[in-house]
């Protein structure tokens, strides 16, 4: 789930995400910048992805199911590799 800071510096952009859910196999496509924060939390890292956001990113994703993530990204190392 996309959580925010929820407060008057989060971006439009960012803004409408709120509380949006993605599901694991999906994060590296949506936030192709992301990155672990722990085994729970993922920064999504949106304005990495969007050049005319400012500043850092301070939104996170709440992890539901983080097994699904993780399957997801070592299934698409294992195809590179091959």
Request: net charge negative; with cysteine.
């Amino acid at each position: 789930m996309f959580i925010t800071e929820r407060d008057e510096r989060v971006c439009p952009f960012c803004r409408q995400l709120e509380h949006t859910v993605h599901r694991g196999d999906y994060i590296p496509q949506r936030f192709p910048f992301y990155s672990f924060i722990d085994a729970t939390h993922i920064a999504p890292e949106v304005h990495l992805s969007h050049p005319f956001l400012k500043g850092v990113c301070r939104c996170v994703l709440e992890a539901v199911n983080i097994g699904e993530l993780c399957e997801g990204q070592l299934h698409q190392e294992k195809l590179a590799v091959l």
